[in-house]
């Protein structure tokens, strides 16, 4: 049975194309820094051993994210998911006990990054996520963090064309 394909939203797909280039760039200096260790001299090549293990990293990295992007499905919504939190959704969620308002974005557990333009990026893995996943405007739910109960409202609902 093949695993299904890992989802992203449009945004994480290419947050993770950035972070891939990025690495490649990385993995091309630590190459050039091993090839000028291995030139040389024995009493200059100290960090010869470190450099290795760090390409070493770097290209598993870029293999992982890779394989990560080669086999990913751009999550879209369609006309059923309106109204309804989805992954890719923003929503405005209140804090019932205390009226404080946080905005967060719904993604999967490979994308997630903690805050990115001033919305809380949390995981349908997450207690909050996973309770969120589904909800509609308007909307309430509690969820468990660490020894508190804590009780939100969906607020606002923005969907991703």
Do not use: K
Request: hydrophobic content about 35%; glycine content about 8%; overall charge negative.
């Amino acid at each position: 049975m093949n695993p299904s394909p890992p989802q992203l939203t449009q945004d994480g797909y290419r947050r993770l194309e950035r972070q891939l280039e990025r690495q490649r760039v990385r993995m091309d200096e630590a190459r050039e820094y091993v090839r000028d260790q291995m030139e040389a001299n024995e009493a200059e090549n100290l960090g010869l051993v470190e450099a290795q293990e760090q390409l070493a990293a770097l290209e598993t990295q870029v293999a992982e994210l890779e394989d990560l992007l080669a086999n990913a499905q751009v999550i879209t919504q369609d006309a059923s998911e309106q109204g309804r939190v989805v992954l890719g959704s923003t929503t405005l969620l209140t804090d019932l006990a205390s009226g404080r308002t946080l905005r967060v974005r719904l993604v999967s557990p490979l994308e997630a990054g903690g805050v990115i333009d001033g919305v809380t990026q949390i995981t349908q893995a997450s207690p909050v996520g996973a309770q969120l996943e589904g909800r509609q405007l308007g909307d309430t739910f509690q969820v468990q963090i660490g020894a508190r109960i804590m009780q939100y409202q969906v607020t606002e609902l923005e969907l991703n064309p």
